[in-house]
């Protein structure tokens, strides 16, 4: 049948998009986006426009499924595009891509060019989405490395993680620290980070979150210290984080690396036997960190941009 598309329409097509991402993650458990990203997408907006999730979102179909879906990132003129495995690299992926390409561009160009700053369309591609990045490039897009996948596989015996006295883990998030951890999140990612409490509560009732991931190390004085955000995809027995974090004045105490040898423990415990992270590409620090945790590099992810001015 023929590939159709239509807006998102709400909750009763989130169910279809994240059946399509663990199909999609069974294949290429290191490529792709994750449950998350979705939760992400959808119950945390902290852009300044607020613009209601189904003017965001375009959802393509085949025989009657959900096969690819676009999130639009209208503040930044950048888009997502998730399309199911067996299409990739297909006739239907590149009429995904262009659908996108073109809705980008027109909402770059209705935007005042301001000087010194042309406007621009940008979107992601995993090093192995060879077809996706042959695309990008033969419609004007330039690339360059922007954050690096890491992995590791759960080994029986996990490291404990040690904490300074006064130090603790939170069992659970709860609403009670919601807005401290809402600041941990902001301290851990300024200048550029966004996030505030009335961003964080709304996400907490995201259907993926479990507060018994959301992990976070409290200070002796009852502040986040350290946190570290994971995912669970049951089917794949895959865990994620995103994000990691750690406030500013609490670095290089090792609150950090103990954070994420307890989200392992509990990652572990709920089944998952492989765990991955991301981080940028250009932070040769942060991509040692995370290998002392026992992580290796596994993939990259490419940001691609065009000048439209």
């Given amino acids: 049948m023929t590939l159709t598309s239509r807006p998102y329409a709400g909750m009763d097509d989130f169910q279809q998009i994240r059946d399509l991402l663990i199909e999609n993650k069974g294949a290429a458990p290191y490529s792709g986006f994750h449950l998350g990203d979705l939760n992400w997408d959808l119950f945390c907006d902290t852009s300044d426009s607020r613009i209601p999730n189904t003017e965001k979102g375009r959802i393509w ?3 009657g499924r959900v096969v690819a879906y676009g999130w639009a990132h209208l503040d930044d003129s950048e888009y997502d595009l998730v399309v199911h495995h067996t299409l990739q690299g297909t006739s239907n992926e590149t009429e995904m891509a262009d659908a996108m390409i073109t809705w980008m561009t027109e909402v770059a160009l209705s935007k005042p060019q301001q000087p010194d700053s042309p406007r621009m369309v940008a979107s992601f591609a995993y090093r192995d989405q060879t077809s996706r990045i042959v695309h990008l490039e033969s419609k004007g ?13 759960l080994p029986e015996v996990l490291p404990l993680p040690t904490l300074r006295e006064g130090f603790q883990f939170l069992d659970a998030m709860t609403l009670a620290h919601a807005d401290e951890r809402a600041a941990a999140h902001f301290d851990a990612f300024s200048p550029k980070s966004r996030m505030r409490s009335e961003h964080y509560r709304p996400f907490m009732q995201a259907p993926d979150y479990d507060p018994t991931l959301d992990i976070v190390t409290l200070a002796p004085d009852g502040r986040i210290a350290a946190f570290a955000m994971g995912w669970l995809d049951e089917a794949n027995q895959l865990g994620t984080y995103e994000p990691v974090g750690t406030r500013h004045e609490f670095h290089r105490q090792g609150l950090g690396k103990a954070t994420l040898l307890e989200g392992l423990r509990r990652f572990k415990a709920r089944g998952a036997k492989t765990v991955t992270v991301m981080t940028g590409a250009e932070q040769p620090d942060n991509i040692a960190f995370y290998q002392s945790v026992g992580f290796e590099l596994v993939n990259t992810v490419r940001f691609y941009e065009k000048k439209l001015d």
């Fill in 61 to 63: 179909e085949k025989d």
């Fill in 141 to 153: 897009f330039t690339g360059s490395d922007y954050v690096v996948v890491l992995a590791q596989q």
